[in-house]
Structures are given as C-alpha cells and as structure tokens.
C-alpha cells in the first residue's frame, strides 16, 4: 500500500492556526444538520463529548457502547486532574508554556500544531466543566484551586478531589443523556464494535455484535468516529479497566486506518506493585500524590526492615537526589525508569521486593492529616483497603505499571485518520503526546477533541456531501462485513481447545511485558518476533470458548480482543525494532547517555512512524511523517 500522509497542518502563524482553519472550514447550516447522520463509538470523556455536542448542534448521532451505561466508561480512572493554562497561581503560566511543557514531555515526538491548540483549548474546557456543575476544587477566595503534576514547574492542573475523571465524565455523561432525551442521539449500549464499512474508500458505517442477544447487525453513517480509549490491556496486567481493547481501532486499521507510533506506551510510575502471578489487573495511584508524597528506598542493598525502623539517613530519596529541580514530580517516564533501576539494583520494598516507597510521612506533620485526607482521602482509601495498610502511618508501596498508549490510529489536523469519513479521539489516536504523556493531559486531550475540535472540523468532511444519502446498509460492502465478522466469530468458536482466553493473554502480557515493556532491545524484540507468532498459532489451534454465539458469552467477547491483541503486539515490537533511539516511554538500552537517560536521534528519527496493514501474513508497510518545529528549541530533556 502506498500511502502518502497530508497532516493538513494550517499555514500560518503557529497560535493563529486554529481560528485560521475554523474560519476556513465549511460550515453545515443549522437546518441542514439534520440531514447527516454520525456514528459515534465509546463513550468514554471523548465520546460522550463528541456526541453530545453534535447532537446539540442538530447531527442526527448514533453512539455505541459496550458497557450497561454510557456513564461506565474507563475515563472515570484519570482521578487526579486535568490540565488548563489559567494561571490562577500567577507563577508564571501561560498558553505557550503548557505547549512547550507538553512537546517536551513527550519527548519532542508530537506534532506541534496539534499540541499549542491543545493548549490554546484547555481553558475553554475548565470554562465548559465549571458552567456544567464539575465540582472543583477551589480557594479560599472562589477561584478554582490548581495542584501541580510531574514535568511542569507551575501549578495548573484542576481537580475534584481525588475524582476528577469521574466528576468530568458525569458531566459529559448529563450533556450526553439530554441528548438522548431531546431525540438528537441515539444510544446503543452492550453493543460491541466488530467491523468498520468502507464504500468507495470512504468509512459508511460500522458491525457491532449485541453483547446481549449476540445478534449481528450494521449501521450506515455519513461519517464514524472512533473514541475507543487505548490498548495498554496487551500487557495483561495494567492500570486499564479490564475490557478495554484494541479492537475497534484494529479493526479500522485493517480496513486501511494507518496505525501511528504503537510502541509509545506509558508505564506510570504510581502503581500498587502486583502481588502475585495470577492477578488480574493493577491498581493506579493518581500522580497527585506526589505533590505530598517523597519517593524512597532503603539506602542499604537488601535492607528489609520495616519503613519505621529506617533512620531518616539510611534512606535515599533517589528522585530528589538525581533531579533536584523537579524532584519527585519529574514526568512518568523518568519516575518510572528510577523506580526499576532502584528495584532491579536490589533495593525493592514489600514482601515481594518489587516497590518503591510513598511516604507521606512529612506532610501529615507539616500540614496535618485533616489537609492530606482533604486532598486524597478516597486514594488513601482505596489503597488501604487493598493493601491492608494504613498510608497515613506507613508508606504506600508503589511500582510502574502500563497506562496509556500514547500511540494509535494516525489522524490529521482534523482528526480525521487516514481513511475518509473515519475520525479517531482522544486516547484511540496518537496525535498529541508523542513518547511520553505529562499527567492530566489526557483529561484534557478527550475533552478538547470531543467538545471543541471534532464538532468544527467534521463539517469540512459533512458539507461537500449534503443532499447524499447515506449508504444504505442494503449495500453488498454492509453484508460483507457482517459475514466477516460473523465468519470470525465462527472460528472462535469451532477450535474448542483446552486452554482458556486468559492463559493465552497472561502469556502474551509476558512477552510483550518482558521484550517491548520498560526497557527495549534489539534482541528482546527480534524475539518477541518469533515468539508471537507461535503463541498466536497456538491460540487459534487451542484455545476454549465455551457456551454459545447467540447470547452473552463474556469468553467470546475477550476472545476476539485477545485475537487482535497478538496482531496489535507484533506491530509494537516491529515499531519499536524500528525506532532506533530512545525517547519518553520508549526506551532502548543500546541508546541511552552515560548517566542512563533516554538519547534521542532527532537526525533520524524526528517522525511519527505510521504503519500500514498490508494483508494478514504479509510484512506492515511504513510511511513516515515528518516532525518540523518551528516554535520550539530540540533539544535533549534535562529535569535536573
């Protein structure tokens, strides 16, 4: 497949761009808004955003969710905050400094239209959520109340306690539900997206499967927007609630939807560390803590006294030590790497060895417990209750762990990916983080696509085709696709072997964990190469389904996601054998400084790696497009 990319960047000045292209899209007129139908996938803080907003502006919209309710969605876990350029704090913030803040935390591996509109947009989205009711936190005086997250100097991330991804996706979730009731949008839940329709090379529509009755049916669209979060399941073990998945992205880029930098995966470095093998998934502590939490381990190898019993000098706060600038709040990749230098030196805590402390020791004294349970009572909570462990007398344990994916389908400046008619938001493309992800950024990124930018650039796609139809899904391309996916399904279903969808998933976590996880190397993922396949072929030759087609069957649900796992891995460890550097989340030990850190290539590899599915056995195809920046300095991250 040959593939040339158009990123349909704007010219001009790089804060102008975004009101300079709004003015020059084409608008849809109120009346004739009716006339389009949008389909809308997941339901998530993108989702639900995108598809209230095009309701209220008179889109006919049809949303589609696997979860019970629209308010379900993974979107809830991002408690800690979201970032805006307010400058409340008056310490110095401002739009370009979050932009310059965001490109260099992600490595220098974003697109910088992209990312300063992001910026330019986060203060329209703490706007829209206060007005809607989000309940933030506030001052003494009334204005909201700001608190720092790791990468940045300034305090500019908004925050409800310790549930702000829940309070912003209640108030996606009550625009959304209006919607519903005003007659605008259609909601379809329990219903899993299976397949994207293509018609004459345009996205027509979408299979899903009634997770219910499992019954197979398609559904026609102007266009169709994929806000279906990302892919970090593929480790097994991870932060993401369990039925996350790849499979709707995967789905379009086997139709054709190029798949951007699928190896910039983020490892938080705030994690309850897993207890045994055969958990199931992990638990994220929010990033907030460490505004108040000072990260240590033993100073000594092997030391496995209790917290209390290590004097204040046998302890080594290594984050302070080797970036005293930014001390405990340098960016999750960094964070990350020391916690397991520290770990795989042998200075693990817990009983398995495999944690670093939390300790929170020094704010309760300084500012009292009742200030610390004000600002993370449900976090302490929770970990106390999985835990077993007080963390306002004893330390958290925490450990990296996979998060957020910040690669996915690539999409241009509109949104829209490589296919026509096929949007992607949020967390499902890849456009605004590059290798790594500053924290509460991805609040920001769901919100600003949902809210702001998809309902203005998809009536460029919209208002040429006004007066068409669209396709009926009588079409021979509606029936195909249903057959495929009603043929795939079949397949799980008849190979009836003797090992369960989890083993086969725990064990390509393992590999995907062990060859493209924290570390990358040459060899690791040449290996993980052979590997793949085998246990893939493995899948399809023994793997057990039980029950039937025509109902709930949750096995057959994590079956076909598990399949599109192994494909979606593969492709991972073939990016990152390609990218040959290290930047953000990235890490290949043969491109590392003498002092451990990331060494980026900026000769080569100052690109966004977009891959192309070229047939089922055949070798993915690359097109690269180039990173310029024209706003900002590369140079190499430094937090010391």
Known sequence: MTVELDARIPEGPLAEKWDAHRFEIPLVAPPNRRRFEVIVVGTGLAG??????????????????????????????????????????????????????????????????????????????????????????????????????GGVQVSRTFYARGQTGQQLLLGAYQALARQIEAGTVRSYTRCEMLDVVMVEGEAAGIVVRDLVSGEVTAHSAHAVVLATGGYSNVYFLSTNAKACNVTAIWRAHRKGALFANPCFTQIHPTCIPASDEFQSKLTLMSESLRNDGRIWVPAGDGDGRPAADIPEHQRDYFLERRYPAFGNLVPRDVASRA???????????????????????????????????????????????????????????????????????????????????LYALGEANFSDHGANRLGASALMQGLADGYFILPNTIAGHLAPRLGTAAPSTDHPAFAEAIAGARDRIGRLMAVKGKRTVDWFHRELGKIVWDHCG?????????????????????????????????????????????????????????????????????????????????????????????????????????????????????KTRSYK
């Not at 970032?83 to 913030?93: L, M, P, Q, S, V």
């Not at 989000?134 to 005086?141: H, I, L, M, Q, S």
């Not at 520290?342 to 200030?371: C, I, S, T």
């Not at 891995?569 to 990331?598: I, K, N, P, W, Y």
């Open 48 to 149: 639900a955003a995108a598809a209230a907003t095009l309701g209220e502006l008179g889109y006919r919209v049809k949303v589609f969710t696997y979860h019970d309710s629209n308010r379900r969605a993974h979107s809830i876990a991002a408690q800690g905050g979201i970032n805006a350029a307010k400058n409340y704090r008056n310490d110095g913030d401002s739009v370009q400094r979050l932009f310059y803040d965001t490109i260099k935390g992600g490595d220098y591996r974003a697109r910088e239209a992209n990312v300063h509109r992001l910026a330019q947009i986060s203060t329209e989205i703490i706007d829209q959520a206060t007005a809607q009711g989000v309940p933030f936190a506030r001052e003494y005086g009334g204005l909201l109340a700001n608190r720092s997250f």
């Open 339 to 421: 916690a397991k230098r520290e770990v795989d030196g042998g200075k693990g805590v817990g009983p398995l060895r495999n944690g670093v402390y939390l300790d929170f020791a020094g704010a309760v004294g300084r500012l009292g417990r009742e200030a610390i349970e004000e600002r993370y009572g449900n976090l302490f909570e929770m970990y106390e209750r999985i835990t077993g462990e007080d963390p306002y007398s004893t330390p958290m344990r925490i450990y990296p762990a996979p998060h957020y994916t910040m690669g996915g389908l690539w999409v241009d400046y509109d949104l829209m990916t490589s296919v026509p008619g």
């Open 518 to 634: 924290m570390e990358r190397s040459a060899d690791g993922l040449r290996r993980a190469l052979t590997d793949l396949p085998a246990l893939e072929e493995e899948f399809w030759s023994d793997v057990t389904v039980l029950g039937g087609d025509d109902g709930l069957n949750q096995t057959l649900e994590k079956a076909g996601r598990v399949a599109d796992f192994f494909e979606l891995a593969a492709l991972m460890c073939r990016d990152a054998l390609h990218r040959e550097e290290s930047c953000g989340g990235h890490f290949r030990v043969e491109h590392q400084t003498a002092e451990g850190e990331a060494l980026r290539d900026d000769e080569n590899f100052a690109h966004v790696a977009a891959w192309g599915f070229a047939g089922p056995d055949e070798e993915p195809t690359l097109v690269k497009e180039p990173l310029e920046f024209e706003d900002v300095e590369v």
